[in-house]
C-alpha cells in the first residue's frame, strides 16, 4: 500500500515549445520505524512522442540521475528499471518512455525527518528536439 504521496510536478505546458512537461511523483510505503527498512517509488510520466534518457546512457545526453538530502535515508539504492532503446544517428542509446517507475529503497535514518527530500535530474527529447535538462525537487511523507 503506498501512502505519503507528497509531490506531483508535471503536465504544465513548456514555455518555449507549448509541449505537455514531464510528470514527477514520490511515494513511500508506511514505514515501521527508524532505522527500519524504506521502500518508495520515483514515476516519471513522458509525454507520447519524448523520451528521457535511461541511467548508462552517457553523460553528454544527461541520463536520469536521482540524489536525496543527506540524513534520511541510510544504505540509499536506485533500484535502475528496464528501458528501451531508440537509434539515434546509428546508435543505440537506452532510453524511457511513457511511465517509468523506479524503486527506491534503504533504511530510515535514525534521526531521520518526517519528509524524503530529493531531486531526479533528466533531459526530454522528441525526434528532432531536446529540452535543456532539468533537475527537480521531490518529497515524499515517511510515516
Known amino acids: 500500500m503506498m501512502t505519503g504521496f507528497a509531490f506531483a510536478h508535471g503536465g504544465e ?3 518555449t515549445t ?3 512537461t514531464i510528470g514527477v511523483a514520490v511515494a513511500f510505503d508506511p514505514v515501521e520505524g527508524k532505522g527500519r527498512p524504506v ?3 520515483l514515476t516519471l510520466t513522458i ?3 519524448w523520451h528521457l534518457y535511461a541511467h548508462g546512457a552517457p553523460d553528454e545526453f544527461v541520463p536520469v540521475s536521482v540524489t536525496q538530502q543527506a540524513g534520511t535515508v541510510d544504505s540509499w539504492q536506485v533500484l ?3 528501458f528501451t532503446f ?5 546508435e543505440r542509446m537506452p532510453v524511457y518512455e511513457g511511465s517509468v517507475t523506479i524503486p527506491l ?3 530510515l535514518a535514525v534521526d531521520a525527518p518526517a519528509v524524503w527530500k530529493g531531486t531526479v535530474t533528466f ?3 522528441g525526434a528532432d528536439l531536446c529540452l535543456p535538462p532539468e533537475t527537480r525537487e521531490v518529497r515524499g511523507e515517511l510515516r
Open 123 to 125: 533531459q526530454a527529447c
Open 47 to 49: 509525454p507520447k512522442g
Open 18 to 20: 507549448g509541449l505537455s
Open 86 to 90: 531508440v537509434t539515434i544517428e546509428n
Open 39 to 41: 521502500t518508495g517509488r
Open 80 to 82: 535502475w528499471p528496464p
Open 105 to 107: 529503497e534503504g533504511t
Open 13 to 15: 505546458v513548456h514555455p
